[in-house]
């Protein structure tokens, strides 16, 4: 079907739906723009965009995809402005690196000891 899929950008017709396939890494990012049949499922879009050609490191048993921010499943069908979001792992899980950086601030007296919020400057120190 990706064949089929790829012929379709140039024709114009009713029964296409306009959507946008986006993907990026920190020194290169990319939207494309394409036009696919109606009933056409996340997983066909991504292939008939060729962005995987454009980035190695799309795999799409790995990477998790979504739409407009919210996450999709790969046979999902899609709809008319979509925007088709390939989303990288992450490199750091973002609770660890909250808890490091509370450590740090009270450390640095930035935080309470014991309460873990704001220093409090009116309260007396013991």
Known sequence: MADSLSSVKTE???DLLHIE????VPDKQKILAISVPQ????KEAIIASGIMTLFDDIDLTKNKVGIWNKVAKL???LEEGDRIEIYRPLLADP????KRRAEKA???GRADKVTGGRVNKLRKKD
Request: a neutral charge; aromatic letters at 4%.
């Open 12 to 14: 114009t017709n009713t």
């Open 21 to 24: 396939v986006v993907y990026g």
């Open 39 to 42: 009933k056409t499922t996340i």
């Open 75 to 77: 046979d999902d069908i």
């Open 95 to 98: 609770k660890e690196v909250r």
């Open 106 to 108: 009270k450390l640095e």
